[in-house]
């Protein structure tokens, strides 16, 4: 897939070992897969955000994992379980990912979409204050 990449983000994911280069990778494509309007930027310094009408996730390369964190507001469902933190978290949760760890792409992915479509529909604030 071909989008515009921010070479901010690939400066952060480059110096990382290969494993965690990988799944940064792949989440990147995923995010983009979710939408291809989707944007990437860095925040708080150094860390890369993917946004679209408000921030969808963010990366964290941790020493035995990489962190995806989640801006859903704990709203969007998680029927395969992939969620591994942040269950009472009122902004997001987390799915942190392992070295040699195969993870579920298409429920991320599903996520993902969910996330980008309550950023759409005037954010998970507004969708969770209305239900």
Known sequence: M?????P?????????????????HEVRELAHAADPEAV???????QPYFVLDGNIYALLAAK???????????IVPDPEGIITG????ETGRTVAIYEAE?????????????ITANNRASGWRKLKHES
Not at 17 to 23: H, L, S
């Open 102 to 114: 195969k993870f579920n792409a298409p429920a991320l992915l599903a996520m993902f979409e969910q």
């Open 2 to 6: 071909s989008y515009p990449k921010d």
């Open 64 to 74: 035995t994992h990489v962190n995806v964190f989640l801006y859903d507001g704990g």
């Open 40 to 46: 990437e930027t860095i925040k708080r310094i150094v």
């Open 8 to 24: 901010r983000v690939d400066a952060y994911i480059d110096p990382l070992p290969e494993w965690q280069q990988a799944i940064c």
């Open 86 to 89: 942040g269950h009472e978290n």
